[in-house]
């Protein structure tokens, strides 16, 4: 009862006492789960979000806004030595240990339509491989490379989090050593109406949904793995995303690179593909790096030029990030974390007591509230962005179809195996449009670069149109 008890006292210091409205006609099991979720509700913070609706809506001042420094993806000759510095020292610290690894994976994957994990979705061209089976071979090949054990950190969210470890377990960790896998929840915001009112979408269940990707850091040290991170002498954290398959997990380069800069979090840019397009984009304002997503972007800031007539603001970002295990203490190290909360209106389900229905509305209907991971980047002391090109690092399943959908993909996996394999001299066959006319796959246990796939090639290797070729 006492934890009842002080539930409800909460609940009803903040308003949203109705929570409890069905409580006399729950059973005890409905109870039960109903102070679960209530139990997970940040009050506080969420109370002080509906009271400043505009709390996140800083204006951008236009004039201040200046392209950001960028490593390019090819060094300038200047900065030969540089690269190749960079490249031993992350080298050294993978072969140190001093790297670990984090995927998000909780996100609701709604726009692509699949009912389990994303993570879970089968991706590869030929095998069929999960994104999840890519991300751990991947790491298996960092492991045997560099003679280390890097931790994979895995987050999840209410909803991801059972099936994914089940997947693992099913699938015996990919071959990688279970204690180096460490699954945690993120946490959760519930949606409110528009009175502010917290949302039932069942008489004992709360509308929750994860709190963003931004949300990482806090569960970062909510869940220990910050304290598991610094037991392995892990310094840095190489953050992405689960629903691109060309990532490579821990970037020798990248990590130098980051390293030598003495940066606390570093990104990964790409060239945008248009003026418009939905990606963020990299800034300097007042000499810090931050990112203003699409949206937010004046489009007279979207479409200018330099003298030159290229894009003045190319660097887009693609969610990849190194994060200094220092700075995410530092950043969590009070009692929250000082990320901005992000507004969504969305279609939420809601609980109709008169008709004892849940309804689903065809009209947004409810706030969500979310952090988004970049918000970290202006927050450092010292941040750096690295250049790569899209086509050896970013095609991300997003959609069921279209842009950023598994055919596009899947043609991307081909068109950079293919690129791979002509960079050891081996002639792949090709379209009118320079399209691979072969379906090649590699395995990231055999190659994770370029470089690594020339080791052990077979310089007859030959290939025809319509092939199938996996090389394992
Ligand atoms: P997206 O913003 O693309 O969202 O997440 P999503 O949930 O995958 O897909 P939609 O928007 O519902 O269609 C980008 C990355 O951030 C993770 C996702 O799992 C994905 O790797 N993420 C997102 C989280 O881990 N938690 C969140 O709360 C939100």
């Known amino acids: 009862m006492k934890r009842y008890d002080q539930l409800r006292n909460t609940a009803e210091e903040f308003g949203q006492e109705h929570l409890f409205q069905y409580w006399e006609s729950l059973t005890d099991d409905q109870r039960s789960l109903l102070l679960d979720d209530i139990e997970r509700i940040d009050f506080k913070t969420l109370a002080a979000l509906v009271a400043d609706k505009h709390a996140d809506a800083a204006a951008i ?9 960028v490593y390019p993806h090819k060094p300038a000759d200047e900065q030969l030595d540089l690269y190749a510095e960079a490249l031993k020292t992350g080298k050294s610290m993978l072969a140190d240990g001093k790297v670990g690894t984090m995927v998000v994976a909780g996100g609701q994957g709604t726009r692509l339509g699949f009912d389990a994990p994303k993570g ?114 892990v310094d840095v954290i190489s953050y992405f995303q689960v629903d691109n398959p060309l990532v490579s ?24 593909a248009d003026d418009l397009e939905k990606v963020g984009n990299f ?12 949206s937010d972007l004046p489009d007279t800031l979207a479409h ?62 409810a706030t969500k509230f979310e952090m988004f991971i970049f918000d970290a980047v202006p927050l450092a ?16 399943v997003k959609n069921a179809e279209g842009v950023d959908s598994p055919a596009t993909s899947r043609r991307d996996m ?28 590699i395995s990231p246990l055999r190659a994770i670069s370029a470089m690594q796939l020339r080791q052990s090639l077979d310089a007859s290797l030959k290939i025809n149109p319509n092939d199938e070729m996996y090389l394992d």
């Open 283 to 294: 800034v300097s304002i007042d000499g810090k790096i931050q990112i203003i997503e699409y």
């Open 120 to 233: 879970t979705f089968p991706i590869s061209p030929i095998k069929n491989k999960t994104l999840f089976q890519l991300f751990a071979e991947n790491i298996q090949n960092v492991n045997r490379t560099y003679g280390c054990k890097m931790p994979w950190y895995v987050m999840t969210s209410s909803a991801t989090d059972a099936p994914t470890r089940t997947f693992f377990e099913e699938h015996n960790y990919f071959g990688l050593d279970r204690d180096d896998v460490y699954f945690f929840q993120q946490g959760v915001m519930p949606a409110v109406d528009d009175a502010g009112k917290i949302i039932l979408t069942e008489p004992h269940q709360v509308a929750l949904s994860p709190n963003g990707h931004g949300g990482s850091l806090l569960a970062l040290r909510d869940k220990g793995i910050l304290e598991d991170a610094k037991r392995r002498g």
């Open 304 to 365: 200018a030029r330099n003298p030159d007539g290229s894009r003045k603001l190319d660097a887009g970002s693609v969610a990849i990030h190194l994060i200094n295990r220092a700075y995410a203490e530092d950043l969590t190290g009070g009692t929250g974390v000082s990320l901005p909360w992000h507004r969504a209106r969305k279609k939420v389900e809601y609980y109709d007591g008169a008709s004892s229905t849940t309804v689903q509305p065809d009209a947004p209907n």
């Open 381 to 396: 002391n010292k941040s750096i962005i690295l250049e790569q090109l899209r086509e050896d690092c970013f095609s991300p």
């Open 414 to 441: 081909i068109r950079r195996a293919a690129k791979w394999l002509e960079a050891c001299n081996v002639n792949v066959p090709r379209d009118g449009n320079k399209d691979p006319q072969a379906t090649i796959e």
């Open 249 to 272: 997990p821990a970037d020798p380069l990248f990590i130098g690179l980051h390293q030598l800069a003495e940066s606390q979090m570093s990104s990964i840019a790409v060239p945008k």
């Open 61 to 69: 001042d236009e004039s201040k806004i200046e392209a950001p420094p």
